[in-house]
């Protein structure tokens, strides 16, 4: 049986460098043994919509129905954010206010946030982590912080950031394997 690996990005725009690192992760993974995965990329940006109007208490989109059943039924759930004002995008608050209290217990988290400086790699540990506790999903210990200077283009080019990520891929695969 193969694993289904799910990756969220908060983004508010697409393209992004949170979804270049995520793309590097998931590419990470399928070369640590992961290439028999199911693997999707859901793109808050283009739920927007269909998130506002389900938060106002409109009915739920078929798209957003199907991004949350995804995420519920992962074995690795990946999630990215920019990191805006010390916390994560409002956007991917909206995605999570609307994931069930269990739906993600158990389920393995890598969390990965982005930023100008270092200042923000904080948001990690006081926002992301606390968020999947209450979901009581098991969130990696290592994560994976990105600046705006690790990329070129689009494209992850810093080699500490490289580092961080293959430490993360290992873990992750070693998840996935029991």
Same mark, same amino acid.
């Given at each position: ?28 993974? !399928? ?6 995965? @199911? #693997? ?18 409109? !009915? ?7 991004? *949350? ?9 990946? #999630? ?11 956007? %991917?608050?909206? %995605? =999570? @206010?609307? #994931?069930?209290?269990? @739906?993600?217990?158990? &389920? ?8 100008? +400086? @270092? ?8 926002? *992301?982590?606390?968020? =999947? ?12 912080? +990105?600046?705006? +200077?690790?990329?070129?283009?689009? !494209? #992850? &080019? ?21």
């Amino acid at each position: 049986m193969s694993s289904t690996i799910t990756a969220v990005s908060g983004s508010l725009r697409y393209p992004s460098t949170t979804t270049a690192l995520l793309r590097t992760i998931l590419d990470g993974l !399928e070369h640590a043994g992961g290439a028999g995965a @199911d #693997v999707q990329i859901i793109e808050l940006s283009s739920l927007a919509v269909d998130l506002a109007r389900s938060i106002t208490g409109g !009915e739920t989109s078929p798209a957003l129905a199907a991004a *949350l059943e995804r995420v519920k039924s992962t074995d690795l759930l990946i #999630v990215g954010t920019p990191i805006y004002r010390g916390s994560y995008t409002g956007l %991917f608050k909206q %995605f =999570f @206010d609307l #994931v069930g209290q269990k @739906d993600l217990a158990g &389920t393995a988290v890598l969390l990965t946030a982005g930023g100008g +400086s @270092d200042l923000h790699s904080l948001a990690i540990d006081h926002a *992301l982590r606390p968020l =999947f506790a209450f979901f009581e999903a098991s969130a990696l210990p290592l994560a994976v912080y +990105s600046r705006s +200077s690790d990329f070129t283009e689009g !494209e #992850v &080019t810093g080699d500490a950031l490289r580092a961080q990520i293959d430490r993360a891929v290992a873990a992750a695969a070693a998840l996935l394997r029991t």
